[in-house]
């Protein structure tokens, strides 16, 4: 069964690549601040010059290196260890935790899948936080998508960048900084496993993680998703990777619309750590 498990997702991702390959090689995506952080941690763990290194390792423009967008994302060996400490023990069958309406307000519907996903498939073995940044807004208007859901329980922690203060989440930024360049911060985008630990801790104890897209057509939490061992669901194939570069790395998942395929297997999560540990860390 395993076997035929790994067969599977592995067809769907070459069967993807083949018919991705144009829209992959002319994708063209901004900077995020996230991975420049990343980047410069992992060359000074490294005692790697960093100047040079980064040149090497990024997009540029105009011949200036672009830090926040280099050709493979990168994290240091002490910050996946970390994540590597918790207990992968899975509880959970789906998790997300994070935002459905993003920063800039003509892409806020790429994320509607999501609630129409746990609507239909999350049980009361999954878990559900809606962090959307306008937390009075949010808890005004937010309906509750089932037992699963703990978007409106105050006892729950959240985070998001763009985060104006909610029931117990610090003020991460100032009212009015919406997304903006307070929010490219290490502090804020960084994500320390200990000022996150439940959002990491969540996501480790879950067979599979929703991922969609962000601001832009990738997703951060593919890489959070491979590090706690877990499976990432995704929209578009092209939503797993930033680039053509990345688009080698052989990531196995399964596709929202495929849910009866959706079947956990520790064959699938030892791949993606050998493609994390490959491709990705530094």
Known sequence: MPNDILDYCFKIQQREKEDGQEEIKNKNVR???????????????QNMNI??????????????????????????????????QLD?????????????????????????????????YFTENSIFICTDSDWTNTKKNWKSLGSFDKTLDNSYPRFNPAQTGGPNGRKCAPPGAGGGLYNEQKTIVYR?????????????????????????PWSFRVYQTLMCNSIPIIDEWNHLYRNGSEAKADILFYFQSDYENHKYCQEIVNHNQNIFKQYFLF
């Open 192 to 216: 320390k496993l200990d000022e996150n630990y439940f959002y990491f801790n969540t996501m480790a104890k879950s067979k599979f993680v929703l991922c969609p897209r962000g601001d832009q």
């Open 31 to 45: 900077g995020y601040s996230g991975l420049k952080w990343h980047l410069l941690d992992a060359c000074e763990e």
């Open 51 to 84: 100047q040079h290194v980064t040149k090497e390792l990024c997009f540029k423009k105009k011949n200036k290196v672009l830090l926040g967008n280099p050709y493979l994302a990168k994290f240091s060996h002490s910050y996946y260890n970390s994540i590597q």
């Open 88 to 120: 992968f023990t899975k509880e959970y069958d789906y998790c997300f935790i994070g935002s459905i309406h993003g920063a800039i307000q003509k892409q806020t519907n790429h994320r509607n899948w999501i609630i129409n996903f746990a609507k239909k």
